[in-house]
C-alpha cells in the first residue's frame, strides 16, 4: 500500500491520457482526472473534502483576477481580425517582388510574411490557414515542389508561438512568474534566428534544383519606380506600425502587456476599416470565434489549475524531485531530460496542453538548478521558457498529432497529399533543433535583449 501512495499522483498522467486519446474535450479530461484522483485521495485520507475550496480559491487567485491573462483576449481579438482585414494579401505581392531574383524568392517572401504576421497575431490556426490560402495557390501555379511548399507554410505559421506578442508567452509568464515583457524581449533573437535558418534552407535547396522553386517572372510589379514605393509603403507601413505600437509600448515600458494587447486590436480594427473589409458580419464572426477560442483557453487554464494542485497534494512534485536527485544526473542532465521529454510530448499532444500540464511541474525544478554560470541565476527561468518555446514548435510539425499539418492539409487542394506535407517539414524540423541548440549554447541570444534594454 506504501509503494502504491508513492506513485498515485503519477497514475493521473495514465488516465488523462486515456481521456485525451479517446477523443474526450481537454478541460473536461484535465477536470475529471482531477475530481477522480482527489475523491482516491479523500478515500486513502490524503486528500480532504475542504480542499475542493482551496482549489477554488486557487483558480480565483491565478486565472479569475489576474489581470495579466485579459491580454489573451484581446491578442486573439487582434489576430483574428487582421485574418481578416486584407493586410497580408497585399503584403505577400509586395514581398514577391522584393524576392523575385532569388533562388526560391516566392518561398523566401511566404517565410517573411510568416515572422511579420507572428508578430501580429501569435494564433498558429488562423497564421497557418491564412498562409496556406494566401501561399499555397500561386506557389503551385509556379510549379513549386509540394514537399517544399507546404514545408515552408506551415513551419512559418507555427512562427507565432515564440516571435511575440505570442499568447504563449503570455501564459509562461505567469506560470513561471516570470515578467511577460521580459519573456517577449528573450523570444526575439531566437525567433528571427530560426526563420533566418529556415530561409538559408530554401535559398540553398532552391539554388541546389531549380526545379523545385522556379523564379518568379522578370516583370512581375509595377512599372515605374515611384508606383514601387507607393506599393511598398501601403503593403509595410499598416502592420509594421501595428508591430511597433504593440511591442515597442511594452518595451519602452510605456504600456503593460494587457494595454498594449487593447492597442493592438484597436489597431487592428482600424486596419480592417481602411482596407473596407470592417462589415457587420466580419466584425460577428471574429468576435464569435476571438470569443470560443478564448472560452476554450481559459477553460483549459482553469481545470489544469486543479489538476496541478491535486498532483501536488498528493505528493508529485515532491516524487519528481526525488526521482530527479536520485538519477544524480546534474543540472545538464536535467534540463535535457526535460526538453526531451517536452519535444516527445509533442509528438502527440499540442503546446497548450504540454505548457499548462506539464511546465508547473518542471519550473520547481529548473528554478533550483545551477548551471555554473553558464546561465545567470536570475535569468534561468526565462531562458527555460525559450527553450520550451523554442521545443514547442516541433509539436506543431510532428506526426502523427502535428497540428499545423491537419490545418494545411485542411484547406490545401486534394492534390496536396500529407505524404508531401510530412516529408516538406522534416527539414524545417531539424533546423528548430539546431535552434535550440544554439539557444542552449549561447544563453545570451535570449537574454541580451532583455537585460540591454531593462538596465
Do not use: C
Request: aromatic content about 10%; charged content about 10%.
Amino acid at each position: 500500500m506504501e509503494g502504491f501512495l508513492t506513485v498515485l499522483p503519477m497514475l493521473m498522467f495514465p488516465l488523462l491520457a486515456v481521456f485525451l486519446f479517446s477523443g474526450f474535450p481537454v478541460a473536461f479530461g484535465l477536470a475529471g482526472t482531477a475530481m477522480i484522483f482527489a475523491l482516491i485521495g479523500m478515500s486513502l485520507s490524503l486528500f480532504e473534502f475542504e480542499q475542493f475550496f482551496t482549489i477554488v480559491l486557487r483558480i480565483f487567485g491565478n486565472e479569475v483576477s489576474n489581470l495579466l491573462l485579459v491580454a489573451i483576449p484581446m491578442f486573439i481579438f487582434m489576430g483574428t481580425m487582421l485574418e481578416k482585414s486584407g493586410v497580408a494579401n497585399n503584403l505577400l505581392f509586395a514581398l514577391q517582388i522584393l524576392t523575385r531574383k532569388l533562388p526560391g524568392g516566392l518561398a523566401v517572401s511566404v517565410m517573411v510574411l510568416g515572422v511579420i504576421m507572428a508578430a501580429s497575431t501569435g494564433i498558429i490556426g488562423a497564421s497557418v490557414v491564412l498562409m496556406t490560402l494566401l501561399a499555397l495557390p500561386p506557389m503551385m501555379e509556379r510549379n513549386y515542389d509540394p514537399a517544399l511548399a507546404t514545408g515552408t507554410i506551415a513551419s512559418s505559421g507555427t512562427l507565432g508561438i515564440l516571435i511575440p506578442p505570442s499568447i504563449m508567452l503570455v501564459i509562461m509568464g505567469n506560470l513561471l512568474n516570470v515578467s511577460v515583457g521580459t519573456l517577449f524581449m528573450a523570444a526575439i533573437i531566437p525567433g528571427l534566428i530560426l526563420a533566418a535558418l529556415y530561409m538559408i534552407y530554401i535559398v540553398s535547396a532552391s539554388a541546389l534544383r531549380p526545379e523545385r522553386a522556379p523564379p518568379l517572372p522578370a516583370g512581375l510589379g509595377p512599372d515605374s519606380m515611384g508606383e514601387l514605393i507607393v506599393l511598398m509603403l501601403k503593403s509595410f507601413v499598416p502592420p509594421l506600425a501595428l508591430i511597433v505600437m504593440v511591442l515597442g509600448s511594452i518595451f519602452a515600458g510605456y504600456a503593460t502587456p494587457t494595454e498594449a494587447a487593447g492597442v493592438g486590436a484597436f489597431g487592428a480594427l482600424v486596419l480592417a476599416a481602411l482596407n473596407r473589409r470592417l462589415t457587420l458580419s466580419v466584425l460577428t464572426d471574429v468576435l464569435e470565434r476571438s470569443a470560443l477560442t478564448g472560452a476554450m483557453l481559459f477553460g483549459i487554464f482553469v481545470t489544469a489549475t486543479a489538476f496541478s494542485f491535486v498532483f501536488a497534494f498528493l505528493g508529485g512534485h515532491e516524487l519528481i524531485r526525488v526521482f530527479v536527485d536520485n538519477l544524480g544526473i546534474g543540472a545538464w542532465g536535467v534540463l535535457f531530460l526535460l526538453l526531451g521529454v517536452v519535444f516527445l510530448l509533442g509528438f502527440f499532444l499540442d503546446w497548450m496542453q504540454i505548457t499548462l500540464i506539464v511546465l508547473p511541474i518542471f519550473a520547481p525544478l529548473v528554478s533550483d538548478l545551477d548551471f555554473g554560470g553558464h546561465v545567470p541565476a536570475a535569468g534561468v527561468l526565462a531562458w527555460f521558457a525559450i527553450l520550451v518555446s523554442v521545443n514547442l514548435q516541433t509539436s506543431f510539425l510532428t506526426p502523427p498529432f502535428g497540428f499545423a499539418l491537419f490545418y494545411l492539409k485542411g484547406v490545401a487542394p486534394k492534390s496536396i497529399k500529407i505524404q508531401s506535407i510530412y516529408s516538406g517539414v522534416i527539414p524545417f524540423v531539424i533546423l528548430q533543433l539546431i535552434g535550440l541548440a544554439m539557444v542552449i549554447t549561447w544563453p545570451e541570444l535570449a537574454l541580451w535583449l532583455p537585460e540591454k534594454l531593462l538596465d
